[in-house]
């Protein structure tokens, strides 16, 4: 089995470069992804893992080979794994995983899906948040308009706790997602301050998307002309936003509570 030691290592610094650098990740169709848990969900969520690296004096060989018995599996030392790794907490493993397409035409919906469409979201603990709360839903799909930031960025991968991997997720235009939703006759309601009627009393049981924006902007005017209706979250104190993962977790669960859970 191969060891590495070094962090000069050619290997270990082109993984130092899928940590830092998302056209890295874009070039290679990799990224890396700490834990046992995190590595178990991606292997559940149909992500292939090239290879493992483990830190024997926490990983025994034995476990790592467990988790995926077709990556390569590579020893590593204390020094390597501190380069690479992210947290102190992640049970000394790390796993090269393939990326996965995030086309709107890879989505495989249901006859009545509920989906999340967040708009061009720039912090990576929000877009965790984001993914945490539609797995907690068990959602349909999450798509990102515009995005601004790499998926695959190890502070999406790490805030997701897994969830990235949970999750059916696609990327596109503002205009390519409207298209997508109107083709298949899905209902989309945007959350946003103009022209808008209290969220709870719209009806999500028919095939419904719900789109959040920015807590700077908002939504962008396509989306709040194109809407099915838009929605708003009634405030009763001073600010009139409410930060983006938690607005969505209030709308995606009145669906919920609609559809019956």
Excluded at 127 to 140: E, K, M, P, Q, V
């Amino acid at each position: 089995m191969k060891q590495i030691s070094s962090v000069q290592n050619p290997f270990i610094k082109s993984l130092v470069l899928l940590q830092e650098k998302a056209k890295a990740r874009k070039q290679s169709g990799t990224f890396l992804i700490e834990g046992k848990r995190e590595i178990s969900i991606a292997i559940k969520g149909g992500y292939e893992m090239e290879t493992l690296l483990f830190l024997p004096e926490i990983c025994s060989e034995a476990e790592a080979r467990q988790l995926s018995k077709n990556a390569e599996l590579i020893e590593i030392n204390k020094e390597v794994y501190q380069k690479l790794a992210y947290r102190d907490t992640t049970e000394g493993i790390l796993a090269v995983a393939k990326t996965k397409s995030l086309q709107l035409s890879d989505l495989k919906l249901s006859e009545n899906p509920l989906i999340l469409v967040a708009e061009a979201p720039e912090k990576p603990g929000n877009i965790g948040a984001l993914l945490r709360t539609a797995d907690a839903a068990n959602l349909d799909a999450v798509i990102i308009a515009n995005p601004k930031s790499d998926l695959y960025n190890p502070n999406i991968v790490r805030s997701s706790v897994g969830c990235l991997f949970t999750n059916q997720i696609a990327t596109g235009t503002t205009s390519e997602i409207i298209a997508f939703l109107k083709e298949r006759k899905i209902n989309f309601y945007c959350a946003t301050l103009q022209n808008s009627t209290a969220y709870h009393t719209q009806d999500y049981t028919t095939p419904t998307a719900l789109v959040v924006g920015t807590e700077a902007t908002g939504l962008t005017e396509e989306w709040r002309k194109e809407a099915t209706q838009n929605i708003i979250i009634p405030m009763q104190g001073e600010i009139d936003s409410m930060n983006v993962s938690v607005a969505a977790a209030i709308l995606i669960f009145e669906a919920k509570r609609q559809r019956g859970f």
